[in-house]
């Protein structure tokens, strides 16, 4: 008998991201039917492909061509699915709690992700747009394309000037993404669409803390991306930080001022703040720490994966990216499986296969293993990892006719403004 009751031990995974997911399809293929009941918990029934969640912002694409229904991509493996918020962990009692009800495990694999964090700065958590999940792309779409319907019969020029400009906070690879992407729809289709607004009214602002943009790839691919994301009508502003923002502007240091009706919040994201309640240890940036084998010290029947696992390799700290967390979910799960046969757990150990960044059309940069490329050849690269890594022959394909049909017309396929009954945090 187990410590969960049950005849077969209970592996249970919180989280059907990248890390949860794979570490499901890892124990499904390497499991017997005897060895463990699994289950995978998620407050979704769909898996996001994040990378492409600003293409669902910026109307490239449909939110069902980066999802993937969680039981479609198990069925036929000994995995189940539940879906649920979990809403508690008692580590002493190995139980949690989703949607109110108890659920016992014997080894517990935690792949939660990770919040936005705005640091504090004031009016953000009220007037920004997040973007984080699905359910904060929809809105921000419909909320932008909503601002050129306004505009469109605005006749008070500072009204109008303030509907059309959007304000990107944060210069790493998704303020980047979201900022060409943006420039991409507004400069183009947009401005074809409305012959009464003219294409120098619209402004789009990235506005980043640091001295660059893409801090984390090698200065030249920054220094590139800026100078593309200028080219295509971005105001790029590095070294500025963002003071405040209301629903109709959002303040720079140094007393500035850009009225705006659309501040996007790209700026950093924290480990659930949950997880302290539910007693687990919390390190720098929220994140849980966690031993080599991934395991919790103390408490070697829980593993954390992703990004709420703060690991350091070589001095550094693990990037919270899909890479780490695919790979630590699957590693997750083979110490899980070893433990299940009395096996020691074995020490996991990143294997960097390099970051990306797209800035639109025909350019991006990459740095894969200390190569770097950047523009048509490291757009094309892009492409065919992007493509690859989804999940489903059905997404690839409609992505794969999507960005064809946006790069040969030039238009944006998903220019719906629907009554979604959700309020954008400005309240419009
Ligand atoms: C907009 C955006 C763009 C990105 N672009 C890239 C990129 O281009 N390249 C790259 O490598 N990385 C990118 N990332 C980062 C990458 O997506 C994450 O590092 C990765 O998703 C982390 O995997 P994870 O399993 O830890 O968490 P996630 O993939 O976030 O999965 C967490 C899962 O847990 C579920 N969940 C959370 N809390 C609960 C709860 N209490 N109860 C039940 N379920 C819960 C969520 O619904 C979710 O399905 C991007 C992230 C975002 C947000």
Redesign the pocket.
């Known amino acids: 008998m187990t410590a969960a009751g049950t005849a077969r031990p209970r592996v249970v995974i ?7 997911l794979w570490a499901a399809r890892t124990l499904a293929r390497s499991l017997a039917h005897a060895d463990a009941d699994v289950l995978l ?4 029934n769909y ?2 492909f ?2 492409l ?2 293409q669902v912002a910026a109307a490239e694409l449909s939110p069902s061509d980066i999802a993937y229904p969680v039981r479609s991509i198990l069925r036929r493996s000994r995995v189940r699915f539940r879906m ?4 508690a962990v008692d580590l002493a009692g190995r139980t949690l709690t989703v949607d109110g009800e108890a659920v016992p495990y014997d080894q517990l694999v935690l ?4 919040v936005p964090n705005d640091f504090g700065v004031p009016g953000a958590a009220e007037h920004a747009f997040f ?2 999940w699905m359910h904060d792309a929809i809105p921000l779409r419909e909320h932008v394309l909503a601002r050129f319907e306004r505009a469109n019969v605005e006749k008070d020029p500072d009204l109008r000037r303030r509907l059309l400009t959007f304000v990107i906070v944060g210069g790493g ?2 303020g980047v993404e979201y900022a060409g992407a943006l420039a991409e729809m507004v400069y183009g289709p947009i401005v074809r669409d409305y012959p009464d607004i003219a294409a120098r009214e619209s402004r789009i602002v990235l506005v980043e803390a640091t001295g660059r943009l893409l801090g984390a790839m090698p200065e030249h691919l920054g220094a590139y991306a800026a100078d593309r994301l200028r080219r295509r009508g971005v105001e790029v502003r590095t070294g500025t930080t963002v003071e405040r923002i209301s629903a109709t502007e959002v303040r720079l240091a140094g007393g500035e001022a850009v009225p705006t009706e659309t501040a996007v919040w790209t700026a950093g994201i924290k480990g ?1 703040p949950r997880v302290a309640e539910w007693g687990l240890p919390v390190g720098r940036g929220g994140r849980v720490p966690v031993l080599p084998t991934l395991q919790l010290e103390g408490q070697p029947e829980v593993y954390v ?4 696992a703060l690991l350091a390799e070589d001095g550094e700290m693990l990037a ?6 695919i790979q630590q ?1 699957k590693h997750a799960a083979e110490n899980v499986a070893r433990r299940l046969r009395q096996l020691p757990p074995r020490p996991f150990r990143y294997n960097d296969l390099g970051v990306m960044a797209v800035i639109g059309r025909n350019a991006a940069v990459a740095d894969l293993r200390g190569k770097t490329f950047r523009g048509f050849p490291a757009w094309m690269l892009w492409l065919g990892i992007h493509i690859a890594w989804l999940i489903g022959f059905r997404n690839r394909a409609l992505v794969l006719i999507n960005w064809a049909w946006n790069y040969i017309s030039f238009r944006r396929a998903v220019r719906l403004i629907l009554p979604s009954g959700r309020r954008s945090p400005n309240g419009s």
């Open positions: 919180c989280g059907a991201g990248f890390g949860g918990i998620d407050r979704n898996h996001t994040f990378p969640l600003y649920g918020e979990v809403t792949a939660l992700g990770s973007f984080r690879p998704t659930d994966v992703g990004d709420l919270q990216v899909a890479q780490v967390a979910g």
